[in-house]
């Protein structure tokens, strides 16, 4: 989904709690869209750029390569919400980090389920080294194989396959 997307989502989530927790609701709220920045390890592991530009480049085309793919982002996993759910009976507030990352989460999983790509990305990390053996897991990988020839696939290959 796109970052508008989840902005309007955290906003109106945040919007409906508000009468309900206050001003906690901004937790919920701006942990909707704070999920995302695990997106950015992958994209940092194949570009090794820190170019914002880029970064909504990167995940365009890897979007649209969802087959024998197998992406991995931590704060979309079991294991991370398991951590906030324990870590949230000592410090509560990180339960409201929890339910906007599973409430972001649902709207990702119905995204990849429309387009027909709903194990596109794990829902573990051990699930992740499981299955890795039988996917691409990462942008680098599947342009290689692929050779797409798009001008802006190209120009992304190129720039990620200087170093090798």
């Not at 989840?6 to 927790?21: E, S, T, V």
């Amino acid at each position: 989904m796109s970052p508008t997307a989840h902005l309007i989502q955290g906003a109106a989530g945040a919007a409906i709690l508000y009468p309900f927790i206050g001003v906690k609701a901004f937790i919920f709220g701006v942990s909707v869209v704070a999920i995302d920045l695990d997106h950015f390890i992958g994209y940092y592991r194949d570009t090794r750029s820190l170019d914002p530009k880029g970064f909504f480049e990167y995940h365009e085309i890897l979007s649209n390569n969802l087959d024998n793919y197998l992406g991995i982002n931590f704060f979309h996993t079991v294991e991370c919400y398991a951590i906030l759910f324990f870590a949230g009976l000592i410090l509560p507030d990180l339960h409201l980090i929890l339910y906007g990352f599973l409430f972001h989460h649902l709207f990702d999983q119905i995204k990849l389920t429309w387009m027909k790509r709903p194990f596109a990305r794990a829902f573990s990390i051990i699930e992740f080294f499981i299955r890795r053996k039988h996917y691409y897991t990462s942008l680098r990988e599947l342009l290689a194989e692929k050779k797409k020839k798009s001008r802006c696939e190209a120009r992304f290959f190129k720039m990620m396959t200087e170093d090798i």
